[in-house]
């Protein structure tokens, strides 16, 4: 058995008086594509923030690789969001170069000549790897959503980073457009060296893309329990038949609902 | 018209003087007067804004982008602000003297609280996501600064900077007006005690005509060097 890659050590998130999540313990194998579903308000998205190292626990540790998770967001986190993914004022190109322009160029942030060229060329492959190619030069606001995310997704994986985390990155697209991008999704997941944790509220959409469900739920939520007890990890199932990371299964019949 | 009238001068007296002020060198000092009081005003007035807006550049994106700079710099742009800039000319005269400091640093108190509330205000605006995007990216503050916060408070700075032309003319024109040896508003108020509206008229419209060019000339750089600007509304 690998060591684990993420793991959550009775993880507590408090604000202020009020309870969010409590007693929190599991851990996230490296390669696997871990999806998060509850209701609405039941702490999905403070975990994810607590991943990416925006907000810290209350009390409990999480630990990446064994050492204590860096308590801002780094680049060993990449992250796609619902909205605002991308930087309006950057190209295509430019988005997705952005991480390579940061990691070369510590003062300027960004990369001339020879060594602009390289990443221009990295960046290229990976904008025709989500099904871009054509449009390097276009402004996010010239895309459409659908299109932002993938490239989104894009510009998140070129630092490669150890874990991906989503956030409903496809909550605001249409059904047709949605299982483009999960077949995109699956493909990354299978193809890149990636560790997957995504947000969704779509039942569905969990158990077509992941190999773990997690399910977050208040037991309690009587209006006067509500800030006395947060939400518990209350479900943590395996995806029958097994998904395994680099082992693409053939599509069944359509699954996308 | 009425040839004897003694406040509205005709076409061509007005023509005349047009002649006289902008294409002819005075006889005494070899100058053109239109000229002379046009690169004044203009070297005040662009001075005074162009300091205006490298400062707040600097201070807006500090009050934007780090909470305890908000924290303590905040109020008092917003009680400087207040100030009726007007009132602080006198002060400006005594203290920094009748030359060209006083009349440049009259224009950057008066237009400077605006546009550094502006800009302030158009960083914390920006998504909290794109800041965490950048750090997950590898971005430390200052790469933060220079690469997703910068380059879209840049063009609304111009469009502030664009939108202070009006009362950066005012400052000016005031300023002007009380102490100064040429420019386009002391030149008005000299021959104000003449009824000279041969010369004010004509002024006037050139002054405007400035405005405009200068504002125009503004949008279309905006428009030109920030593309997405446009894309995103």
Known sequence: MTPPLIQIENVWKEFGDQIVLERLSLSIAPRSFVALVGPSGCGKTTFLRMLL????????RILLDGKPLQPEPGPDRGVVFQRYSVFPHLTVLGNVMLGLDLKGAPRIGRLFGARRRAAADLARALIAEVGLAGDEGKYPAQLSGGMQQRLALAQALITRPRVLLLDEPFGALDPGIRAGMHELMQRLWHETDLTVVMVTHDLSEAFTLACRVLVFERLRDRAAEKHRYGAVLAQDMAVWPPRIAGQPTPPKRSQAA | MNANDKLLPSLATMADTVARMAFSADPRTG????????????????????IAAAL?????LVVGMLPVARAALAPVIDVVSMVPPLALLPILFITLGLGEVSKITLIVIGVMPVMVRDLAGRVLELPREQIVKAQTLGASSWQVAIRVVLPQALPRLITSFRLQLGPAWLFLIAAEAISAEAGLGYRIFLVRRFLAMDVIFPYVVWITFLAVVMSWGLERLRARAFPWVELGQ
């Open chain 2, 56 to 60: 707040t550049l600097l201070i807006g």
């Open chain 1, 53 to 60: 190292g925006e907000e810290a626990p209350t009390k409990g």
């Open chain 2, 31 to 50: 100058e053109v007067q239109l000229w002379v009081d046009t690169s004044a005003s203009l070297f005040r007035l662009l001075t005074g804004l162009g």
